[in-house]
Every structure is written in C-alpha cells, then in structure tokens.
C-alpha cells in the first residue's frame, strides 16, 4: 500500500462492544499501510500490519499473528491530564489517559519502534525481537521458550517499570537492555550519552518504578510455573515407575 492512508477504509463500528476500530484482521490486509488518529487498531493475522505506520492511536494496538507488526511504527497520541485546560477543546471526547500496545505470538512485534504507549506487552517467543519502546510506564516480557525469549535479538526497552516474567528477557545487554525513565525523558533523542545508561535486562524481576500488584503478579506467574514443574517432574517419575 505505500503509506496509503486506509484508516476510513478500515474503519468499522462493533456495536456488540460499542466501539469503532480499525479492522486489519487478515493476511497482510494493512501491510505497508498508513494509519492516523484512531483509537482502536486491530492487527490479526500472519503480516497483518507489516511495516505499517500506526499514527497518533489513543487507546489500543493488537499485534497478534506472526510478524502481525513486523516493522511497524506506532505511535501513541499525547496524553493530558484531566483537566479542562489541559485538553484541547476538539480532542476531549477522543484522547483518553490510558494507551497499550499488546504483542501477542510469535514475532508479532519483530523490530517494531513503539513510541509514547504507556503499557507494552509482550507475550510469545521473540515477541518483541529487536523492539525498541520509547516513553512507555509499564514494558511486559514473558511467554516466550527457555532458549528464546520474548524479548531478546536486541530489544531496547525505555520505560518507568520493567516485567521481565517467565522466559521474558534474555540476559546480556547485546540481546535485551533497558533504561528506567522518570516520565520526563520521553523525547530524549538516542545519543552517545543516553546509549551509556542502558544495562542489562534483569530476567524473571521487575525493575523501576514500579507498583506492587506487578511483583505480585510476578511471584504468581513463576510459582505457577514452579508448580507445572513440580507436577511434570512427579508424573515423570510415577511413569519411570510404572515401566520398570
């Protein structure tokens, strides 16, 4: 499509959910596309939205599907504070105060640049392969195999909080690295300075600033696994058993 505008193309209203989204559910049905100020944006399927520009979305972003968002540029609209002079006057019924990315599947995420989404999730293996998030509150990597991580190959992660869950974050600073933000270096430019504050990601813990229902979940989600590994080990055992 070449940077084609398609957003009223795509545009379609659920009235199940009450809500109007951009449809680019299908096989490369948005690749290459443009996309501009639209709340909802739905990318399903294998290359859904490779390589597209995601401009100026307010609310969420699905990638889910083999490199759905393979390359793709998405950038969330700014946020206001709620109050009446802070938000402009034709923007109060669309801007909202919370935006998310979420990446879901396999490459779904491969080498995308996410800037301003205040949550980015990660889900599935090299979900978020050489991503690299801007100006995010809250970045989310797990799901992905032992040997191949959601985020890994690079991934650069600027964010208040970091979530490295299970199988989440490689641990070298030339697969995963990130920098904690205070919410003021958003449009910090990448240079020499800003490239030094980078470390390495801290895989199965949760870095930053970040609230204690996330260490929670943490805690839930690897005891879970601890419990799964328990039970395999057991039922392994008991068939060891069994065969002799």
Do not use: W
Not at 3 to 28: A, K, R
Not at 115 to 134: D, I, P, Q
Not at 203 to 210: A, D, L, M, Q, V
């Amino acid at each position: 499509m070449n940077d084609q505008d398609v957003t009223n193309d795509y545009l379609i209203f659920d009235s199940i959910v009450g809500e109007s989204y951009v449809n680019c559910m299908g096989h490369s049905k948005c690749r290459d596309a443009l996309i501009v100020d639209c709340p909802v944006i739905k990318c399903f399927d294998n290359e859904a939205c490779n390589s597209a520009k995601i401009i100026n979305f307010t609310d969420s972003v699905l990638c889910e599907g083999l490199h759905a968002c393979h390359r793709t540029e998405i950038i969330a609209a700014p946020s206001f504070a709620n109050n009446n002079n802070s938000i402009p006057a034709h923007k109060t019924t669309t801007y909202r105060k919370q935006s998310s990315v979420s990446c879901i599947g396999s490459g779904s995420c491969d080498v995308a640049q996410i800037t301003g989404a205040e949550e980015v999730n990660f889900s599935g293996v090299k979900a978020g392969r050489k991503a690299h998030v801007r100006g995010s509150k809250l970045v989310k990597c797990h799901d992905g195999h032992d040997t191949s991580p959601a985020c890994e190959g690079f991934a650069t992660l600027e964010t208040e909080c970091l979530y490295c869950g299970k199988n989440g974050c490689a641990d070298h600073i030339n697969m995963c690295r990130y920098k904690i933000i205070d919410g003021e270096d958003n449009n910090d430019n990448d240079n020499d300075s800003n490239m030094n504050q980078f470390e390495k990601c801290q895989p199965e813990k949760i870095t930053g600033n970040c609230s204690a229902e996330m260490e929670k979940e943490l805690q839930l989600e690897l005891n879970g696994k601890e419990e799964i590994d328990v039970i395999r080990d057991e039922g392994n055992r008991g068939m060891r058993g069994i065969r002799d």
